[in-house]
C-alpha cells in the first residue's frame, strides 16, 4: 500500500499485523530499547525493525540492530535513509540509498476523528482551519483534521535527520489536493540547508484505504548543479 506513495528509489515492507516470531528476531541491544515494556508495544516495535530489516535487505545490507538516537528517531546504516511508522493494524518501513534520496518520512493513522477539538487546535493551524470543513464537506470518507496530523508527522520525519531539531505542529502549514491525494507542507520556520540550498517546503501525498490515512514524503537527494530538476530551487519535491 505506501508503496504507492513512494518514487522508485524507496523500498517499503509493511505488515498489517504482529507476527511472534519477530520478537526472536530482535537484537540484544534492541531489546534493551523495550525491556518492561507491555507486549502490545513490543510486538509493534519488533515488526516493524523486521520490516526495516527486510527493506535494507532488498537494498544489500546485512541484518543489524536499529537503534535510535536521544530524541527516539531510529538509526540507519551508513549511506541510507528511512522512516518507520505503526498504528492500530499496521507497520511499515521505508529505506533509500541516501545518494537517491535526503530524507524520507512515512506515518499511518487510523481514519478516525482526533480525540478532541482541544487536540485539533493544537496541530492545525489558522490557515488550515479555513479549508478544513469545505473538504469535510466534500469528502467525509475522510478525517481531514487526523489527515493534517500525519502530514505533520511525516513532515517532522523529514525535517529532523536534516536539522536535528525539534519542530511544532504550528511550525509548518498543510496545504491538500484531494484530487490528485498531495499536499504540501510549508514551512513557517527557516528550513533546511540541502546541499546548500534552504528549502521552504516538502511535498507529499496520501491515500486512505481500509481504515487508515498514509502519508509520505520523499526528499530527493541533490544531484550535480545545485537543483532538482522542474523544481524551484528553494523546494523539495515529492
Not at 102 to 109: H, K, L, P, R, V
Not at 212 to 234: E, F, M, N, Q, S
Amino acid at each position: 500500500m505506501i508503496e504507492e506513495l513512494l518514487t522508485p528509489d524507496a523500498v517499503a515492507v509493511e505488515s498489517f499485523g504482529d507476527d511472534p516470531g519477530a520478537l526472536a528476531e530482535l537484537f540484544p541491544e534492541e531489546e534493551l530499547l523495550v525491556e518492561g515494556a507491555q507486549q502490545g508495544r513490543r510486538g509493534e516495535f519488533a515488526t516493524v525493525r523486521r520490516c526495516a530489516r527486510e527493506a535494507l535487505g532488498k537494498l544489500g545490507v546485512d541484518p543489524a540492530p536499529i537503534l535510535r538516537d536521544p530524541k527516539g528517531a531510529p538509526r540507519w546504516p551508513a549511506g541510507f535513509v528511512g522512516a518507520m511508522t505503526h498504528c492500530d493494524g499496521y507497520r511499515a518501513a521505508v529505506v533509500a540509498p541516501a545518494d537517491r534520496a535526503a530524507a524520507i518520512g512515512i506515518d499511518a493513522e487510523p481514519n478516525l476523528p482526533l480525540r478532541s477539538a482541544g487536540v485539533a487546535e493544537l496541530v492545525t493551524v489558522p490557515a488550515e482551519r479555513a479549508w478544513l470543513p469545505a473538504l469535510a464537506a466534500r469528502r467525509p470518507d475522510v478525517q481531514w483534521e487526523r489527515l493534517v496530523f500525519s502530514a505533520k508527522e511525516s513532515v517532522y520525519k523529514v525535517w529532523y535527520p536534516l536539522t536535528g531539531r525539534w519542530l511544532d505542529f504550528e511550525d509548518a502549514e498543510i496545504t491538500v489536493d484531494p484530487a490528485w491525494s498531495t499536499f504540501r507542507a510549508r514551512l513557517l520556520v527557516p528550513g533546511p540547508v540541502v546541499g546548500g540550498v534552504r528549502l521552504d517546503a516538502f511535498d507529499g501525498s496520501w491515500l486512505v484505504r481500509d481504515g487508515l490515512i498514509v502519508t509520505a514524503i520523499t526528499l530527493p537527494a541533490l544531484p550535480a548543479g545545485g537543483r532538482w530538476a522542474g523544481d524551484d530551487p528553494a523546494v523539495g519535491g515529492a
